[in-house]
């Protein structure tokens, strides 16, 4: 392989079972090297994944990278969004997280709109409520 022509750049993609690490030439675009890593998640209607298994996705695939990760001069971080991480007091996860398609709260979700009067209605500004 060539010498890069930049910057190397790493991307990261942490999504609900896997993270994807890719080391990119800035200047050229040609990817240096590429590692991935898989983290469980449960099935069913309780999604929930080990945040632990995280980081431990992340470290492999940026060893897969090689030494081309630790020459980044930048690393750009994408992940998964709307999920729930309860933390002790040392910032150390306490269980699985609760990931976005988690539909355990749904049967509540109902009851609380239709208590309000449709879905409409929790968008619209209440007296005594911000926002």
Same mark, same amino acid.
């Given at each position: 392989? =060539? +010498?890069? #022509? ?14 994807? =690490?890719?080391?990119? $030439? ?6 240096? /090297? ?10 069913? #209607? ?9 980081? /431990? ?9 090689? #030494?081309? +990760? ?17 933390? $002790? ?12 398609? $988690?539909?355990?709260? =749904? ?15 929790? =968008? #619209? ?7």
């Amino acid at each position: 392989m =060539a +010498a890069p #022509e930049g910057p190397l750049v790493v991307g990261v993609d942490s999504s609900t079972q896997s993270t994807k =690490a890719l080391v990119v $030439d800035s200047a050229t675009g040609g990817v240096v /090297a590429r590692g991935q890593a898989a983290h469980r998640v449960s099935g069913g #209607e309780g999604r929930e994944s080990d945040p632990e298994e995280w980081w /431990a996705a992340l470290c492999t695939a940026l060893r897969q990278c090689g #030494e081309a +990760a630790g020459r980044a001069a930048a690393v750009s971080v994408g992940g998964q969004q709307h999920g729930l991480v309860t933390l $002790d007091s040392a910032g150390r996860p306490v269980r699985p997280a609760l990931l976005w398609n $988690d539909v355990r709260s =749904a049967p509540q979700r109902d009851r609380l709109v239709e208590r309000l009067g449709g879905a409409q209605a929790w =968008a #619209e500004p209440r007296p005594g409520r911000s926002g």
